[in-house]
């Protein structure tokens, strides 16, 4: 079967970094999507990864090893508004995004 | 311009009630999707439809039904409503195929309670 595991929560400070990480089993891979969803909202696109590597974006970069099925999101100088659920979304061999269920990302103060 | 509307925000339903969400998109997109979301399960995917007069089923399409008769809208019904489809529901949608890695765009949601 197809499985995309991730944690089910992390709590992080204000004006750290915090790295979530997101691991699949698909039957085959096109491409990872990170979104983020406040509560209540609707999910919303932060980045894509189809090759190996960093691919940054302001505060939140992205990374991507498809030998190992791996890939992470990493926030940095986290901010209050950074309270969310973090989505990873694996594309696969027919094209359909498979869904992981996401992880609750807790700021404190 | 509005991206995603869905309709209704929220409903109670009683079951047995058929039911139509609405979901329309202003972005010309030719793809579009409907999920729901459950507390502690990833998004699953109900139908979709790659483009107008087309639709495919998903991970979880019994008992909703779909039609895609213009490239604006694309509604979903319940023919009769079942408690477990409680759920949170997304319309969402992307300018590619199903067949391609285009981001998809997501409406804001209809929360569904079915007593």
């Known amino acids: 079967g197809q499985n995309i595991d991730q944690p089910t929560e992390m709590t992080a400070t204000e004006g750290a970094i915090v790295q979530i990480n997101c691991t699949y089993q698909?039957?085959?891979?096109?491409?990872l999507f990170w979104y983020q969803q406040h509560a209540g909202e609707a999910p919303t696109f932060l980045s894509y990864?189809?090759l190996d590597g960093l691919e940054e974006k302001g505060r939140f970069s992205s990374f991507l090893s498809r030998s190992k099925g791996y890939s992470y999101l990493l926030l940095k100088e986290l901010q209050m508004k950074d309270s969310a659920s973090y989505l990873c979304?694996?594309?696969?061999?027919?094209?359909?995004?498979?869904w992981g269920a996401g992880t609750k990302l807790i700021i404190k103060p | 311009i509005a991206g995603i509307t869905q309709a209704p925000t929220s409903q109670i339903l009683a079951a047995g009630r058929r039911m139509t969400l609405r979901c329309t998109q202003d972005?010309?997109?030719?793809?579009m999707y409907w999920y729901r979301q459950d507390l502690g399960l990833g998004l699953r995917l109900i139908h979709y439809?790659?483009?107008?007069?087309?639709?495919g089923k998903g991970e979880v399409p019994d008992g909703y039904s779909v039609s895609r008769a213009n490239t604006d809208d694309f509604p979903l019904t319940l023919a009769s409503a079942v408690p477990s489809q409680t759920s949170v529901y997304f319309c969402?949608?992307?300018?590619?195929?199903?067949?391609?890695?285009?981001?998809?765009?997501f409406g804001p949601g209809t929360r569904l309670t079915v007593l």
């Open positions: 969402a949608s992307s300018g590619v195929p199903a067949g391609g890695t285009d981001t998809q765009y």
């Open positions: 972005m010309r997109h030719n793809a």
């Open positions: 439809s790659n483009t107008a007069g087309t639709t």
């Open positions: 698909t039957s085959g891979f096109n491409g």
């Open positions: 990864n189809v």
């Open positions: 979304a694996v594309v696969d061999s027919n094209y359909q995004l498979i």
